[in-house]
């Protein structure tokens, strides 16, 4: 563990102290959480403060377009086998999010924090990471983050030179692109199951060639590297080739793949594979994620969607028709308010499901169903959606702050 040089200093101290106070009024008010609203006033007071709270802890970040929320649950939990924990578990993954998740963290020895991927180079200059998990880049709130490409390029430059390890998935061409110029990088074969974002090569510009996993540009050569930790079924192959059998009661393969990812990071530490996945089996939800809960005697199963790739995911794992789906859009400022993205959804995925359509959004939503040649129903709420909806435990998918919506309407 890194020892911190010196203690906060009295203005430090003076910005934890305001930053909780904030958060306190915030939760008081029924406004959230507070996490954001207490690491701005932190901040302002003390904009160092990121850094002198990270001084005294081994630090993972995890950024991805997709899964990087439960990869750093499931780090998290691997890394409590070698001492205590300090994580942005509910997702705060902007810079005021994370020092408010730090601030708590005075004791622990690890500090586990998912970022957003704007932020991952300015984050990483703060708080010299001793490890970054790369996941994944995709297309995701276009008004907001910009083309893949740029922020493959961000990532790129800011990992240059940095002496952090990277754990960086083989399987996505932008991905190896940006870790490349890391001199410590740990390559996991993660998969990649959406592939729109990455048939151009991220260094040239030419055509990527992709007759198998080992994917390569036909014009300038660079292509995928060789993995040294590897998603193998329900195994993750660890470097020695030694198959450690993954038992999640997370569902998915997408999330056995974080599994693998976080089992790399964990090794870094000197924590077995065994040790790590046995830990990882307690985590049964992340942030409401997957839960199954009961409202108005019906069993509804929460699932997270907020982009292309995220929805290709979730619908591999919902029940087969004729299980009812409710689909809930919205597009306000924590999702993107450029719906654009619904049209590079595959929903003829879910023909044979009986389909309710709500949130802010539903009418774009079912434009694009209509397309889809899908039936449906609009609906003004959960409620009516619930009463339109055939019997049978109900799929409910979501955006952002749709899933938010619907976590409060039911209580969970």
């Known amino acids: 563990m ?21 958060a306190a009024v915030s939760r008081v008010a029924g406004r959230g959480s507070g996490s954001v609203i207490g690491g701005r006033v932190a901040l302002k007071l003390d904009p ?27 780090i998290a939990e691997a890394l409590r086998a070698g001492g205590e924990v300090v994580s942005n578990a509910l997702g705060a993954n ?24 704007k932020y991952l180079a300015g984050v990483a200059e703060a708080v010299s990471p001793k490890v970054i998990a790369l996941l994944n880049l995709s297309r995701d709130q276009l008004d907001r983050a910009g083309e893949t490409r740029m922020l493959a390029e961000h990532w790129r430059q800011g990992l240059e030179g940095s002496p952090a390890v990277v754990i960086a998935n083989a399987d996505d061409p932008l991905v190896v692109w940006a870790a490349s110029s890391s001199t410590n990088v740990v390559w996991v ?38 993995p040294t930790w590897a998603l193998a079924g329900d ?8 198959a450690w059998p993954i038992s999640l009661q997370l569902p998915g393969r997408a999330n056995k793949a974080n599994a693998t990812v976080s089992a790399a990071v964990a090794a870094a530490f000197g924590i077995s594979p065994q040790v790590a996945l ?13 839960d199954v809960v009961t409202y108005q005697e019906r069993d509804i199963r929460l699932l997270l969607a907020k982009n292309p790739a995220g ?24 999702d993107g308010t450029d719906t654009s993205w619904l049209w590079d959804v595959d929903y003829t995925r879910l023909a044979g499901h009986p389909i309710a359509v709500i949130g802010d959004r539903r009418l774009d939503l079912a434009v694009r169903l209509e397309v889809a040649g899908l039936d449906f129903r609009v609906c003004e709420s959960l409620q009516e959606a619930l009463q339109q909806s055939p019997p049978g435990r109900i799929e409910a998918i979501a955006n952002y702050t749709a ?7 039911v209580g969970n």
């Open 278 to 290: 046995e830990r990882m089996y307690a985590v049964t939800a992340v942030a409401g994620r997957y």
């Open 235 to 242: 195994d993750v192959l660890d470097p020695h080739g030694t």
């Open 48 to 74: 160092d403060l990121l850094g002198r709270l990270a001084g005294h802890l081994d630090v993972v970040l995890v950024s991805a377009t997709n899964g990087k929320t439960t990869t750093t649950r499931l």
């Open 2 to 22: 890194t020892e911190s040089t010196e203690p906060l200093s009295p203005r430090a101290r003076l910005a934890v102290t305001a930053g909780r106070a904030a």
């Open 311 to 334: 929805w290709l995911e979730t619908f591999s794992l919902i029940d087969p028709p004729p299980a009812p789906v409710i689909l809930s859009v919205n597009a306000r400022g924590a």
């Open 403 to 409: 899933f938010q919506d619907l976590r409060r309407i």
């Open 189 to 226: 074969a993660a998969g990649q199951e959406w592939k729109d974002d990455a048939w151009s090569c991220p260094a040239c510009g030419g055509v990527l060639q992709r007759p198998d996993d080992n994917w390569k540009c036909g014009e300038c050569g660079f292509g995928r590297p060789t």
């Open 94 to 117: 902007m810079p005021a999010g994370i020092t408010s998740a730090l601030s708590r963290g005075s004791g622990a020895q690890y500090g586990v924090i998912e970022v957003d991927e």
